[in-house]
């Protein structure tokens, strides 16, 4: 049997009708840039997510760059984010001049949020938690550190849409939260797309400026933005997906379910989930010491795996002049090492899991 990590054409397939219906209606409109579809799918996912405010870029790492650009946050700032993010998070900040100050991840692949407030100088100006594989990071306590400190709070939701804390939504916990609709995230477009969630009024309008040249009236240039316009046929099949985003986040948590119950092998760890959270499990995270074994192990048996990720941030070529080593963040170094993403996505057939879980329980 042959099993992918992801099969985005049966993720498609699941409402084909739909989407090509919404695609082919967004063409023949006539229009096709900051238009009806676009406002609709904001309007729908805000008050699907309960704020006041969401704003469609053009792509997840769109969305980090232009939070913080939308916050004031530049050169000489500092803004804490875990030292096993996803590189898009931290370009987000790079890419405004600002400076990451890293922290190690806790035994739940998330930022530890007790070694924080450690991080904390003169020059922080926000915490940006990446909410991984998933799950929420710790969000009460990181808001309640926002709050103390007088930082702003900007939430990377771009692999969990959907998930919750203490039944709050991630993303909607801090000033800002930052989407991905790349393809093969809780909520995919086919194609790039991004966005933000806000409740604050000034920001949205900020965002909403930059995005498109940073002017609100044509020509007129308030300030120094991007292009950065969410397309209509985007708009079109998200606002599609996300009728069915809480259906697939439910399927996958059933698929995860299955991995925790079925999987034996003592050499393969499964991280816990935190307590009272609402996991979207966007992918499934396993830590296996012999790692380059078991992939090949699985692969000999038709099984394709993925690494989430391979070299963290920190120690990434384009940051050595940060000058970190590995060993600066032992567990996001252990991740990097160790980390194994089984096949998890709306639309994978049962079998298939059934299998990946035997041939697991036979290395
Ligand atoms: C996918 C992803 C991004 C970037 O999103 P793009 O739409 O690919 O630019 C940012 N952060 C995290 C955690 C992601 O998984």
Redesign the pocket.
């Known amino acids: 049997m042959v099993v992918n990590p992801v099969v985005l054409k049966r993720v498609y397939d699941l409402h084909q009708a739909e989407y090509d219906e919404a695609a082919l209606r967004a063409l023949h409109s006539g229009w096709y840039i900051l238009g009806r579809e676009m406002e609709e799918f904001e309007q729908s996912l805000a008050s699907w997510a309960g704020v006041r405010h969401c704003v469609a870029l053009n792509?997840?790492?769109d969305a980090?760059i232009l939070a913080v650009r939308a916050l004031g946050i530049g050169a000489g700032d500092e803004v804490i984010v875990p030292a096993n993010a996803?590189i898009?998070?931290v370009i987000g900040i790079t890419e405004n001049g600002a400076t990451p100050v890293f922290v190690d991840a806790d035994d739940h692949m998330e930022i530890d949020a007790d070694r924080i407030e450690e991080k904390i100088t003169r020059r922080t100006k926000a915490i940006l938690p990446?909410h991984?594989y998933g799950q929420s990071s710790r969000m009460e306590e990181i808001s309640m550190l926002a709050k103390k400190h007088g930082l702003k709070l900007i939430e990377?939701c771009?692999?969990c849409l959907g998930a919750k804390y203490d039944g709050k939504l991630a993303g909607t916990f801090g000033d800002i939260g930052c989407l991905?609709f790349?393809p093969t995230?809780p909520l995919g477009a086919f194609g790039?797309a991004?966005a933000i969630l806000t409740n604050d009024d000034a920001l949205a309008e900020r965002v909403r400026l930059l995005r498109n040249y940073g002017s609100k009236v044509k020509y007129h240039n308030e300030i120094n933005g991007v292009n950065s316009r969410m397309d209509e046929v985007q708009a079109a099949v998200l606002k599609v997906g996300l009728k069915y985003l809480e259906e697939s986040n439910e399927e996958r948590r059933r698929q995860a379910k299955a991995y925790r119950e079925g999987i034996k092998n003592p050499k393969v760890w499964i991280p816990e989930e935190y307590k009272g959270v609402y996991h979207v499990y966007h992918l499934f995270p396993v830590l296996v010491e012999e790692r380059e074994g078991f992939q090949s192990f699985l692969k000999e048996n038709g099984i394709g795996t993925q690494v989430h990720y391979p070299i963290p941030p920190y120690v990434a070529e384009c940051y050595q002049s940060y000058g970190y080593g590995w060993e600066d963040f032992p567990n996001a170094a252990r991740y990097a090492r160790s980390e194994v993403s089984l096949p998890i996505y709306a639309g994978m057939p049962e079998e298939e899991l059934q299998y990946v879980i035997d041939v697991i329980n036979r290395w």
């Open positions: 792509s997840g790492t980090l996803y898009a998070s990446v991984l990377d771009a692999q991905s790349y995230k790039d991004g």
